[in-house]
């Protein structure tokens, strides 16, 4: 780490630029579509990615220890459900740093930019497409219910309510800014 580093932490912190999307992720995760877990259905498919399920996993794009699982198919798209959901056919071992990275991009635009060989990279490829197409998930129907009217809703009243609470935080920062002494400050 750098010294420089700190310079974000002098920055104000916005609630609604920082969260939106988490809100918007934890909106579509609870309504997206998804497997029941079935061992020997997840071992053949880690097998079938080059992967040894009794061993720690790895990265499909890096080979760096696997961390978390990439949503294949974004769950939001435009700030809403696209979808997609928590399938086997739509989930792959990633770490941190890859999952992050790869953000919108397809599985294989994201693992063109790898700095591996092209003997390396046509492996990869070759076993992701390989688990996709053996684990495809048919993406479900897009429906809009009055019950994804109301349920948008909710999340739109939450983006206000963190909007309100940043210009509320702005005030209470500008309090703190304008007393010399703290202690004075009511808690």
Known sequence: MKYQSIRKHFAPYSIYRRRKTTIN?????AIAPSDTFDENRVRGALILLGQNPDQPLRCVYCD????TWDHVQSRVKNGVFSGAG?????????CRTCNERKGQKTWQEYLNTMRVSEEERNKRTAAIAAYLKTYEFAEPPQIRTEHHDAYDGLR????ELM??????AKTIRADYQTTNNTSDVIR
């Not at 739109?156 to 983006?159: A, L, R, S, V």
């Not at 909007?163 to 509320?168: H, M």
């Open 163 to 168: 909007k309100q609470a940043d210009e509320l």
């Open 25 to 29: 992720a934890a909106f579509a995760s």
């Open 156 to 159: 739109e009243k939450i983006h």
């Open 86 to 94: 928590h399938r086997l056919g739509n989930l792959l071992p990633s």
């Open 64 to 67: 760096e220890p696997a961390a």
